[in-house]
């Protein structure tokens, strides 16, 4: 085995420099042509790591004159990066991108991260930082709020727009959240809720307290009401408030801020909410088919937020998320759908089902599925495939030929959400005359 | 991998793992049933039972009514019209040993007892039940003991006949939502979670519930529906459109019929029983229609 072992190390290198150069490591002091020949094997002359590059690359001298130049480039030690023969990777590059930086920078990852920045964990470290050298600290390719702006728009310009902004926001997202990844906390943050804010914001503080209706709320989540990214609402509570809330009535719903049970709801589940909103709550249960969190366990708190939330009627999260909690094989199918139904994705579930309740199966908002698709594809009224009452489906003398005769609504693994993979296949399933 | 395979292979794996058991209990489509003798068509199905002496009811959920049939020699007579005022929303249908009726009905949440001509005898009233009971399902065994699934508790109640609460068996509150509960020969429990797509059992005798299985999402999608046959658990997946068959230690089994329109597919199948002949009826809502299917016996 030992003789073995040998050989195969005697033929790698014999193998020459290229390959031996592509599979380890780069070398980071490579023998000169100053050096004595038999320290310099292969006769590399005087700068090979690095400065002989630039006589070609002439364009770095515009990057070296960069206020952040990455240490390698700094010190023209090209190979530290590069292999200067061939590469398996684009650009020369000795290895893939993450890999790269990860021989030197390899601490930037924590080892056992609750949350890890998507860059990072993909290793597309090229994302944020500029290899060679850039205007901005570490590299950065853009500076603060504006590099994070390259995938979180929508995040960042709604911090922009916010009529009640939170100061360490508008400094830098660093403030709250890690970068690479978070050990301590999700969402990369430094720290949990709500250690991270009482880190700025004392809970025994009187203004605190006042604004806070006296309620101990120091060690309650804060971002259960408030959006640490600032809001149109004053206090930083989300956009949608619930009145009671607003209006700082804490004790319609729980016992007073001096009770041993401050923070108890004063009746347990749907019985709660029936004290404002009985008549609502009557109309759902009228309906023949109620959704069971309705009635079940923590009833309406089971979807909703009792205090505030982004959404208009107070869901705890986009509807994406809070049906897909137990619908998940619902919210996976669209995911893996060619085809988008646009509501799946934009958590309007409530587009087609009534969430509360309903006299139809599903849960659908409408007994007739046609005028319900029609609210959207309108289609339908001057060109389509005959469906209607007058259409029997020929597979099913029951059922009249409609929208999800041949459609899934939540997507299928076939195309404009077929359950079958061509439209042939469809087709002959009813006209079986034109089957081949 | 293309995508369709990567779609497919949570159940299709099941599928290829599945057939061996399978197709020992191959569910032939049989005969499909439309509608009463009258030619009313049935509308949103969620129930179908069967009893002895091939006593079959129908709940024809979407026309507020019960039919009622016989199972015979293969063919199914009958389609006796039951349309009670106490009835509104028939959901699911059982048979007590005596051939009564027992019908969940979903929207007044509340249990009525018919007898096996259809004739409404009561409202069974669970005597002992904790306060706010809700059933949310319930199943009959050999002696007429109830097993009711309380879905506020979540806990299932045992009564006996006359629906004095004999027994309650505790649910886990947090995690799950259990949909059916089923109950073997020797009196262990089954409950289904839906959500988790997971069976729970509980020994006869037991005060509370373990898990049988981790999350079987693998092979089922949403189930909805529990009935012990023979040694097995049958699952009805009502999202993943067939039956998942589960042996009584939970190890999968395989898995029958398809998500379609054309007779043998289902589509949001909602409850199933069998004859003693083999025979297994289908209550396909989606489909507005019973189906029989053989199991070849």
Redesign the interface.
């Known amino acids: 085995m030992r003789s073995r072992i040998a050989l195969l190390l005697t033929l790698m290198a014999a193998a020459g420099p290229a390959v031996a150069a592509t599979k380890a490591p780069p070398a980071k002091a490579q023998p000169t042509a100053a050096a004595p020949k038999q320290g310099n094997p292969y006769r590399l002359k005087a700068g090979a790591e690095g400065k002989l590059c630039l006589d070609c690359h002439a364009d770095f001298e515009q990057k070296l004159a960069q206020k952040s130049v990455h240490t390698p480039v700094r010190t023209r030690d090209c190979v530290g990066c590069h292999n200067p023969h061939a590469s398996d990777h684009g650009k020369l590059l000795a290895d893939t991108g993450g890999q790269i930086c990860a021989r030197c920078h390899g601490a930037m990852v924590p080892a056992s991260a609750k949350s890890l920045h998507a860059p990072v964990s993909e290793g597309k470290c090229a994302s944020c930082h500029a290899a060679h050298a850039s205007n901005f600290k570490n590299n950065l390719l853009k500076g603060g709020a504006e590099l994070c702006a390259g995938c979180h728009k929508k995040l960042v310009d709604g911090i922009a727009a916010a009529k009640v902004k939170h100061k360490p926001v508008e400094n830098d997202c660093a403030t709250c959240h890690e970068v690479h990844g978070s050990t301590a906390a999700p969402s990369l943050l430094k720290k949990d809720a709500p250690d991270l804010c009482v880190g700025c914001h004392r809970p025994d503080g009187a203004i605190f307290l006042k604004k806070h209706m006296n309620y101990p709320v120091g060690k309650a989540r804060c971002t259960t009401c408030h959006d640490p990214h600032g809001s149109n609402k004053p206090g930083m509570l989300y956009d949608h408030v619930h009145p009671p809330v607003a209006r700082g009535q804490c004790a319609q719903c729980h016992e007073p801020p001096g009770s041993p049970n401050r923070f108890k709801p004063k009746q347990a589940g749907v019985e709660l909410c029936k004290l404002c909103h009985a008549p609502k709550i009557g109309e759902f249960t009228a309906k023949a088919r109620v959704h069971r969190p309705v009635l079940e366990g923590d009833a309406c708190l089971t979807c909703h937020g009792p205090h505030a939330s982004k959404q208009a009627g107070l869901p705890r999260a986009n509807l994406t998320v809070v049906c897909g909690e137990c619908h998940a094989d619902t919210i996976k199918r669209q995911k893996l759908s060619p085809a988008k139904h646009e509501p799946v994705g934009a958590g309007e579930c409530g587009a087609c089902h009534d969430p509360h309740s309903s006299d139809t199966p599903l849960m659908l908002t409408g007994a007739n599925r046609i005028e319900m698709c029609g609210k959207c594809h309108d289609w339908q009224r001057h060109s389509s495939h005959p469906i209607g009452e007058k259409v029997k489906d020929p597979r099913n003398p029951n059922r009249n030929v409609d929208c999800l005769s041949c459609h899934r609504a939540h997507g299928t693994e076939y195309a404009q959400m077929l359950p079958f993979p061509t439209t042939t296949d469809l087709c002959t399933k009813c006209h079986e005359s034109f089957k081949r | 991998m293309s995508?369709?395979i990567?779609?497919?292979s949570v159940l299709g794996l099941a599928m290829v793992f599945g057939p061996a058991v399978g197709a020992a209990q191959a569910f032939r489509h049989q005969t499909t049933v439309?509608?009463d003798p009258k030619e009313g068509?049935?509308?949103?199905p969620?129930g179908v039972a069967c009893g002895a002496g091939g006593a079959v009811v129908v709940a024809d959920t979407g026309n507020a009514r019960l039919l009622l049939y016989t199972y015979r020699d293969g063919s199914l007579s009958g389609g006796t019209q039951v349309k009670l005022a106490q009835v509104?929303?028939p959901y699911r249908v059982q048979l007590d040993p005596k051939g009564e009726v027992l019908v969940l009905d979903?929207?007044l949440r509340k249990i009525v007892r018919l007898d096996a001509k259809g004739a409404f005898l009561g409202n069974v009233d669970l005597q002992g039940a904790p306060a706010g009971t809700?059933p949310?399902a319930f199943k009959v065994d050999g002696a007429g003991n109830l097993y009711v699934l309380d879905?506020?508790g979540?806990r299932v109640l045992v009564t006996d006949p006359a629906g004095k609460v004999i027994r309650q068996v505790e649910l886990p509150?947090e995690g799950a939502?259990f949909t059916d509960v089923a109950v073997d020969g020797g009196g262990t429990l089954y409950a289904v979670d839906?959500?988790g797509a997971g069976i729970w059992t509980a020994d006869k005798g037991a005060t509370a519930f373990k898990r049988l299985t981790e999350s079987r999402?693998d092979v089922m999608?949403?189930p909805t529906y529990l009935a012990f046959h023979q040694g097995k658990l049958y699952v009805v997946d009502q999202?993943?459109g067939g039956i998942a068959i589960l042996g009584s230690d939970g190890s999968f089994q395989g898995r029958q019929l398809a998500?379609?329109?054309?007779?043998g597919l289902v589509y949001?199948p909602a409850q199933i029983c069998f004859e003693p002949d083999g025979a297994v009826f289908v209550a396909d809502?989606?489909?507005?229609?019973i189906q029989v299917f053989d199991t070849g016996r």
């Not at chain 2, 068509?41 to 949103?44: A, E, I, S, T």
């Not at chain 2, 809502?285 to 229609?289: E, T, V």
């Open positions: 995508r369709a990567v779609f497919q439309y509608s068509q049935l509308r949103r969620e509104p929303y979903e929207k809700l949310g879905v506020l979540p509150r939502q839906a959500v999402k999608s949403f999202h993943g998500l379609g329109w054309s007779p949001y809502r989606g489909n507005d229609r």
